[in-house]
């Protein structure tokens, strides 16, 4: 199973970019990376996923280096609604257990 | 589009008794899967089922059962609850097949006294 780890917390000012990385030492050559964001008592809520390099969206950017052993999740210019908690998630080895990270707690500063 | 839904809001229940808690997929989601996420803590996966097949479950103990139905809603049972089992139980729906985007329902937050 690929195990997943992340930063415990972080502290930003709105405005600047925030990049979270999550390390993934075990990940499987078929597995995708997936990042959702959780805010108090609501179910997490999906940000973006990828495989390899590169991949952007409307609120986010995932950078996946060649081994594929981490990723760096990117959100530009962050504002205090961002604050909230973002989960890691590894699909390991096709139908076996799908596992989150422990999760990033996110507090934006004014 | 509906989102996932699930009943009940709030659910208090003594040591020892049996929770049922149930979930609504996205209509054309296949997949439903289970998560336990007790207070202050992230989230542990429970069980997955696919085209009303139990697909994997997580490492929790046989207490802990569900079930997928026809119309590929679910219930996740809890038998012989404890206090440890207090906790917001999320479910999520998905199309079928690994890596597909996972949407949450709000939650039902089970409180065993």
């Known amino acids: 199973l690929a195990k997943t780890t992340q930063p415990i917390s972080m502290d930003s000012y709105e405005g600047q970019e925030v990049n979270i990385t999550c390390s993934h030492n075990?990940?499987?050559?078929?597995?995708?990376i997936t990042w959702y964001q959780q805010f108090p008592s609501q179910g997490p809520r999906f940000i973006i996923q990828?495989?390899?390099t590169k991949v952007t969206n409307e609120v986010a950017s995932l950078f996946i280096p060649a081994d594929r052993k981490s990723s760096t999740l990117s959100l530009p210019r962050v504002s205090l609604s961002d604050t909230a908690v973002y989960y890691c998630?590894?699909?390991?080895?096709?139908?076996?257990?799908?596992?989150f990270g422990t999760g990033t707690k996110l507090q934006v500063i004014p | 589009e509906a989102g996932v839904t699930q009943s009940p809001t709030h659910l208090i229940k003594t040591r020892g008794q049996q929770a049922t808690l149930r979930c609504s997929p996205i209509s054309g989601h296949t997949s439903v899967y289970w998560y336990q996420q007790a207070l202050g803590l992230g989230l542990q996966f429970l069980l997955w089922?696919?085209?009303?097949?139990?697909?994997n479950r997580g490492n929790f103990p046989p207490r802990f059962s569900g079930r997928q139905f026809p119309n590929y809603s679910s219930e996740l049972n809890v038998n012989a609850l404890e206090l440890e089992d207090s906790a917001l139980y999320l479910c999520?729906?998905?199309?079928?097949?690994?890596?597909?985007?996972?949407?949450f329902g709000p939650g039902t937050r089970l409180t065993v006294l």
């Open positions: 999520a729906s998905s199309r079928s097949g690994v890596g597909n985007e996972q949407f």
């Open positions: 075990n990940i499987a050559t078929n597995d995708y």
């Open positions: 089922y696919d085209e009303g097949e139990e697909r």
């Open positions: 998630l590894v699909y390991s080895g096709g139908y076996q257990k799908v596992t």
């Open positions: 990828g495989y390899k």
